[in-house]
């Protein structure tokens, strides 16, 4: 008997990927290099993908790799990154014994110490699942604070 693989599909920076939120409701993210950029943008309407990418980008983070790979979040287009795009995005991370906060770097690994009042500016460095953002698009849309986002806040 002859076994057959599903086909996991490659991650390219530039795809344009969605993310059902709620009763029907889609939202929308781009891989950039390392990152997810997810926009203010929640069909329906529907919208292009050029209608996608100029819409207000609400956050860059990790995202597990399965989500893409395992078409969780099915790649529906492809726009060629912009060169502010390109750029790294820098996160805080915060030492669960010391409390000590740093920006960190993900390329090089370095890590800065910083304030609560920098790390309120970044991302803090973790890996989200789907259903985890599938919760901070539904409540962003829906205009109340994140439980996920509130539990990562560096103070």
Known sequence: MKRTRKRKIKIVP???VSIELQEGEIGYGRVLE???AFYDAKSPPAYTVEEIVARPILFKIWVMDYAIKDGILPVIGHVELEEELLEEP???KKDTI?????IYRDST????PATIEECEDYECAAVWDPEHIVDRLVDH???RPNA???SMRPR
């Open 90 to 92: 820098l996160f805080f």
């Open 109 to 112: 690994g370095e890590e800065v």
């Open 148 to 150: 996920w986002v509130e």
């Open 14 to 16: 530039g795809d344009i």
């Open 34 to 36: 390392e990152t997810i």
């Open 98 to 102: 010391s409390g000590r906060l740093t």
């Open 141 to 143: 849309f829906a205009g």
